[in-house]
């Protein structure tokens, strides 16, 4: 019997994968190099900080109310009060009585602005007790020429008399447009319900 001699299969010795993986890693680390060198580009930058000048100021709270004013029944009225109401000749002052003028839609709706404004008023009333609900009405005297000759709390439901005092200074603190006809007497009706 004759054999044959086959020649045994080639050994594959894994260089070929050696080199491969070689190639790969060498790669890879090009890569990495690139992406850390390359990643400072001017787009990166982060934009310059806005300037002061162009922000306003942000309150958080409003300002405090003023000091409730106490009166008293002998008191004198003060002197500025009394210029308004002094009479010269025959002619009526700006706020003399009886007054017959008229609200215009003007003086309406600054009075309505204050009204606004004097939420602000129930608002820290509010922080104190936050079940807090009523309503006001502010009976004002507004001048021929646009002054506030008087501002009084008529009807309070809400029963805060801090509340009332500071819508009154408030109230009497305003310039208003001039009322047709010489002075007016306006009520100011005040809903406050908190806010949920």
């Known amino acids: 019997m004759a054999t ?7 050994k594959n010795s894994g260089t070929g994968y050696v080199a491969a993986g070689i190639l790969m890693l060498m790669a890879m680390g090009g890569l990495i190099f690139w992406k850390m060198s390359g990643s400072k580009t001017p787009e990166s930058q982060p934009p310059p900080p806005p300037k002061l000048a162009d922000k306003k100021p942000v309150f958080d709270e409003p300002p405090p109310p003023p000091p409730p004013v ?3 029944k002998d008191a004198e009225p003060p002197k500025e009060e009394a210029k308004k109401v002094v009479r010269t000749g025959n002619a009526p002052t700006a706020c003399s009585d009886p007054c017959k003028g008229t609200a215009t839609a003007q003086l309406q709706s600054a009075l309505g602005a204050k009204g606004g404004q004097a939420r602000g008023c129930y608002e820290r009333a509010l922080r104190i007790n936050p079940t807090l609900e009523g309503r006001l009405m502010v009976a004002a005297r507004v001048g021929a020429q646009g002054q506030m000759c008087n501002a009084n709390v008529v009807q309070n439901s809400l029963g805060d008399p801090g509340v009332a005092s ?3 200074q408030m ?3 305003g310039k208003f447009p001039a009322p047709a006809g010489g002075c007016v007497d306006v009520n100011v009706p005040l809903n406050f319900v908190a806010r949920k």
């Not at 044959?4 to 080639?10: A, G, L, M």
């Open 166 to 168: 500071c819508i009154t």
């Open 4 to 10: 044959s001699t086959t020649p045994p299969p080639p």
């Open 70 to 72: 106490e009166e008293t």
């Open 171 to 173: 109230f009497r603190s």
